[in-house]
């Protein structure tokens, strides 16, 4: 089976026209019109469509329909928009240009020392899964120190030495939205470039002969610059993760200076996305082997992505808030709380017996019974043949990806938690729901190639994705 499928592996053309074999799975090697498509779209609209929702709530409260209509019947031009628009600041030029430093100060200077005394933490120096040119890489874990440190240095800054109004990151919103983008770009294109010039990994580079895919979709598998800064692992999992519950405290603290009391409805969506935000951090490691991390090449995609869609787009709900504060009866806001619970407990606990099977190559208990799995093999680009094994117990007996099924109730629960007035907040669930099913329709077409046969054995164990008898 190894040869038959290294002779199958698809070729792909370096930058100089050589063909080369490349390995059974990661992004794609050929572009169809559709995906050019798409691509094209989300590069030229994506960041329109950002602008858009943060511009509603800045002129319009939050409505979504409100911008297009006096557009359509005359009552404002797209210049007068525009004129509202505050423009980038000298102050939130120099405050982002001083997150991002800072960040990159944690993740590169300071090696953890969260798993010497936290129980159960892992953190510190950690491998990667295989890569698909056969490489294991290592990584710095310190994401959980970095998130504990920056929030004690906000808290002492903005309310006991009160150096700066804990409303700072509402008060500057659009003008770092400008500084966020900035950086987006740069970085996708300095990615590009370097996956052209100067790559960490000729191995792992990709290209398809499209500008445009290569752009969006990346070159690089893992681009780094010296031994230890990773590109993927900072932008996935810094500025904008980090920034992620100091923005809803942000809303949070402008909530409190406009009406002089914080909503139950504002409480939920912080302490729902908190754990969520942790969650991440804690389980860095973890992280290490999701798609992001294993399969994705670093390109405008992950690099835009992290800078700008994550912090301004998962954050509506508390953004939405400070414009409508709702307060929910106390049965709406506990039925919302343990929608989030209950979605969150499926979301960890599917993930972990994944990874606890994995870990321990089968050797453990998965809801009190030794785990059935599936024996599969795959072949990497060097040739090697590799074994593995696909988990048919606990909730990965239930449905494929029934972590995304946990992910996308906690998700429901954040829009739940803003009422029923406007569209603007149920975002959040609306892009989950396509974003992880077109993961998982991914995800499956590249396990597929990766196992073959083996694969098909197991989709007939699990026969459905998300939701047992209906998807
Ligand atoms: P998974 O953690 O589900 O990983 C999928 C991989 O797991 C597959 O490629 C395969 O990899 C392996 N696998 C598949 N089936 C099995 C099985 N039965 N037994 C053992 N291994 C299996 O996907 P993600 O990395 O996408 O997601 C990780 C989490 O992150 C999810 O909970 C998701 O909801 C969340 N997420 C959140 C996002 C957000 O923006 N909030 C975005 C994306 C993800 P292999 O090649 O190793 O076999």
Redesign the pocket.
């Known amino acids: 089976m190894a040869s038959k499928s290294q002779h199958n592996a698809p070729k792909v053309k370096s930058p100089n026209g050589k063909a080369g074999s490349q390995g059974q799975?990661g992004r794609a090697w050929e572009v169809d019109w559709f995906s050019l498509a798409s691509i094209i779209f989300l590069l030229l609209f994506a960041p329109f469509i950002v602008y858009y929702f943060i511009m509603a709530c800045d002129q319009y409260s939050c409505s979504l329909t409100a911008p297009a209509l006096d557009i359509a019947t005359g009552h404002a031009s797209l210049a007068d928009i525009w004129a509202k628009t505050p423009p980038v600041t000298a102050k939130a030029a120099q405050l982002y240009a001083l997150w991002v430093s800072f960040q990159v100060l944690l993740y590169s200077w300071l090696p953890d020392f969260c798993h010497r005394f936290l129980p159960g933490y892992v953190g510190g120096v950690q491998e990667g899964?295989i890569t698909p040119a056969g490489v294991v890489n290592k990584y710095e874990v310190n994401g959980l120190q970095a998130w504990l440190i920056t929030h004690i240095l906000w808290f002492v800054n903005a309310y006991l030495l009160s150096w700066f109004s804990p409303t700072i990151i509402f008060d500057n919103w659009i003008p770092l939205l400008w500084c966020a983008n900035i950086l987006g770009y740069a970085v996708s294109t300095f990615a590009m470039i370097k996956g052209y010039l100067f790559p960490t990994s000729a191995e792992g580079c990709k290209f398809t002969g499209n500008f445009f895919y290569n752009y969006m979709m990346g070159i690089e598998f893992n681009p780094r610059i010296g031994k230890w800064f990773d590109f993927k692992l900072f932008f996935n999992g810094r500025p904008g993760i980090v920034a992620w519950t100091l923005i809803n405290l942000s809303f949070a603290a402008k909530q409190q200076e406009l009406y002089g009391h914080v909503t139950n409805s504002m409480i939920l969506v912080n302490v729902l996305q908190a754990i969520y935000v942790l969650d991440f951090f804690w389980n860095e490691t973890w992280y290490l082997k999701?798609?992001?991390i294993?399969?994705d090449h670093f390109g405008w995609y992950l690099g835009w992505g992290d800078c700008v869609w994550l912090p301004y787009l998962y954050t509506l709900q508390g953004l939405y808030l400070v414009y409508h504060p709702v307060q929910l009866s106390t049965p709406n806001a506990l039925g919302i709380l343990l929608l989030g619970l209950v979605g969150y407990y499926i979301?960890r606990m599917?993930?972990h017996q994944?990874d606890l099977?994995?870990r321990t190559d089968g050797r453990c208990l998965i809801w009190g019974k030794k785990p059935k799995a599936i024996e599969c093999s795959y072949t990497s680009a060097d040739g090697l043949k590799h074994h593995?094994?696909?988990?048919?117990s606990g909730f990965?007996g239930v449905a494929?990806?029934f972590?995304?099924t946990?992910?996308l109730m906690g998700s429901l629960a954040y829009c739940l938690a803003c009422g029923g007035g406007h569209l603007l907040p149920y975002f959040y669930i609306i892009y989950?729901t396509i974003?992880?099913t077109h993961?998982c329709l991914r995800?499956e077409h590249?396990?597929a190639n990766?196992y073959g046969r083996d694969w098909e054995r197991?989709t007939a164990a699990v026969p459905y994705r998300l939701l047992p008898g209906i998807f």
């Open positions: 799975w899964a999701t798609i992001d294993c399969h979301f599917t993930n994944k099977f994995r593995s094994k696909l988990l048919v990965w494929r990806h972590n995304y946990g992910d989950m974003l992880l993961r995800d590249r396990c990766k197991y």
